[in-house]
């Protein structure tokens, strides 16, 4: 790519001991309902127990794995930003987020701690690497972003490593194409990687899979095609990454085009830029949850 090898010129080699390095991208659904879920207490029951059940071995692999930061790909739904200003790829630069009221007052989760160093770092390289992110001080964070925090941790009283949010709209029309997602997940990737600080960074895509909350299709689920896209993420990202955006709603419903901010976090991994596969440390998809088909993956760099 014309562009990347551009931009790879404008940026430091990555890879000193000294610097941040992207250790595992984490994939997962986001619905509103697993957050009320959990906040009534509702885990147990048999509707949710079986999709509680598969995020039990991210918990501990998330033990065993915890990064210092979570630079966490989701979407807003009209909570922080609405019809008044709506920014395509929007980066969460401060040093705390506070969860927002979505209509029922906030969740009662822990306020998300921020990584204004880093944050400030990406959003220079990624800007001077031709990709244009709206810089964000002042973000209130939705379930787009508290619901995975919940899968992956569960609750504890504070949440352990720091959050960098980066929003895309995939709400109202017109929304980024799933290449220029693969595209920018590069240009992070090369930007985490040249932070003079030896964190260890996860980079997750949120969102999807087959969903559609409105309309004659309401409660469209496609397993087979939900699967497949699965496949295709772990094996082939590229050639997913061309996958018009009119195919992720005829196919996967209006909402269906959330999954584009998988390929943010996948373009991030390294054998994108040429390095080994990365290793799938866990893979799980269930139905129902709410009207949303719920996938998750564990990719390790
Ligand atoms: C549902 C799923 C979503 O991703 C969302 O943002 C809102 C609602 C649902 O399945 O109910
Ligand atoms: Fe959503």
Request: hydrophobic share 40%.
């Amino acid at each position: 790519m014309e562009n990347a090898q551009n931009a790879s010129q404008a940026q430091p080699a990555r890879g000193t001991a000294n610097q941040a390095r992207i250790t595992a991208s984490v994939y997962s659904s986001h619905v509103p309902a697993i957050g009320a879920a959990i906040d009534l207490g509702k885990t147990g029951e048999p509707y949710w127990q079986p999709l509680f059940a598969g995020f039990e071995p991210t918990k501990q692999w998330m033990r065993e794995n915890l990064p210092d930061v979570v630079f966490l790909v989701y979407n807003d739904h009209a909570t922080n930003f609405d019809l008044s200003v709506i920014p395509t790829f929007a980066i969460g630069t401060a040093a705390e987020f506070e969860p927002a009221d979505e209509g029922y007052g906030p969740r009662p989760v822990p306020k998300v701690m921020g990584h204004p160093e880093l944050a400030s770092h990406i959003a220079q390289s990624v800007i001077q690497q031709d990709f244009d992110l709206t810089i964000v001080n002042e973000l209130k964070v939705d379930h787009g972003l508290t619901v995975p925090m919940n899968l992956m941790f569960g609750s504890p009283a504070q949440w352990p490593c720091r959050v960098i949010p980066l929003h895309v709209n995939v709400v109202q029309y017109p929304v980024p194409s799933g290449r220029r997602c693969f595209a920018l997940g590069q240009a992070i990737r090369r930007a985490i990687e040249s932070f003079d600080e030896p964190l260890k960074v996860q980079i997750w895509g949120t969102g999807g899979m087959s969903h559609q909350l409105q309309g004659p299709r309401a409660g469209l689920i496609n397993r087979e095609w939900d699967n497949r896209f699965l496949d295709r993420l772990i094996a082939d990202p590229a050639d997913l990454a061309e996958m018009p955006h009119i195919e992720y709603v005829r196919e996967a419903g209006s909402e269906g085009i959330e999954l584009v901010m998988w390929l943010i976090a996948r373009g991030a991994m390294a054998d994108v830029a040429g390095g080994p596969a990365p290793r799938l440390a866990h893979r799980f998809f269930h139905v129902p949850a709410s009207n949303t088909a719920v996938g998750h993956l564990i990719l390790e760099n």
